[in-house]
């Protein structure tokens, strides 16, 4: 038989679930009751009106229901983590990281130009201002892939505020905590330059496959019907941002790793390509980025 204190606990944690549920209870009966409330009022007005009331009522009752949805789902999005619930240590760490990375990445930017191929040095001059201060840090699985949830979580963020750009650079670093958690020689630098400039389409697809929650679905919706961009890996290619559509590209069947626009661009690209297909990672464009890899992957072995 139970003592009375073992029942004073249990009546304690009894009453405090009832209070949790009363509380839950409580907000149902107040949207309940607005939403009566407001009924009713509608209803009053109808009534004076005249007759066709009740088909009125339904209507109005209908929109504003649509209403209340619509903002509760607005409200959902706001308080959203979108999969990013670190620790204490990880939220702080994270955050200080992907800042490093974002002022080192604008500053080198501003420091010099804005060519195609020079974003790839100023991702990875981020990459390494960041990895400077957080070597050690990063030796954990656990932290790379809370940087990696925080730069999903972050990205989504600017998608829906329709700040693509900074997005991108979200998208860029997420991938390369990804590199870092599977394996660095897989490391794709052109897929890399590819998600920095990424087409909406294409952005959102990437963020709304990694992320937990449905943020991103409406979004998906709206941009689904533009067709998905890829860029051309020559380097002199003709076209604005070497952009084309990718689905009429043509990609290597030596390395496929990268892709042309035309059979023009591949022909001229490949007295440079072809000291780099099958999978070598010497290319001047790649070389950077793969070096700076393979450094922070050797520190934090050492560490």
Not at 89 to 108: G, H, L, R
């Amino acid at each position: 038989m139970p003592s009375k204190k073992k029942k004073s606990k249990a009546k304690g944690r009894k009453a405090a679930a009832g209070k949790g549920d009363a509380n839950k209870a409580a907000d149902n009966v107040q949207k309940q009751g607005t939403l009566h409330s407001e009924m009713q009022r509608l209803k009053i007005g109808e009534q004076q009106a005249g007759d066709g009331g009740d088909d009125a009522l339904l209507e109005e009752a209908i929109k504003l229901a649509a209403v209340e949805e619509q903002e509760m789902k607005v409200k959902e999005k706001e308080n959203c983590t979108h999969g990013y619930n670190p620790s204490m240590f990880q939220k702080e760490f994270s955050e200080d990281y992907f800042k490093i990375y974002f002022e080192e990445f604008y500053a080198s930017t501003r420091r010099g130009d804005f060519g195609l191929h020079n974003k790839l040095d100023r991702l990875t001059d981020g990459f390494r201002a960041a990895r400077a201060k957080y070597a050690k840090e990063l030796n954990r699985d656990a932290n790379l892939e809370s940087i990696k949830s925080y730069s999903l979580a972050e990205g989504t963020k600017f998608i829906l505020d329709g700040n693509c750009d900074d997005a991108r650079l979200c998208a860029a670093l997420a991938f390369y905590m990804k590199v870092l958690l599977t394996d660095f020689t897989a490391c794709n630098a052109e897929k890399l330059l590819e998600l920095s400039y990424a087409d909406e389409h294409t952005l959102v697809k990437f963020f709304k496959k990694q992320i937990p929650c449905t943020c991103l679905d409406e979004k998906y919706k709206e941009v689904k019907i533009s067709p998905k961009m890829g860029i051309c890996s020559n380097r002199q290619c003709p076209l604005p941002g070497r952009s084309e559509v990718r689905s009429s590209m043509l990609c290597c069947t030596g390395c496929r790793k990268v892709n042309y626009c035309s059979r023009e661009c591949q022909e001229v690209d490949w007295p440079h390509h072809k000291n780099v297909c099958n999978g070598k990672y010497h290319e001047d464009m790649m070389r950077q980025f793969v070096d700076v890899t393979a450094q922070f992957m050797s520190s934090t072995q050492n560490n």
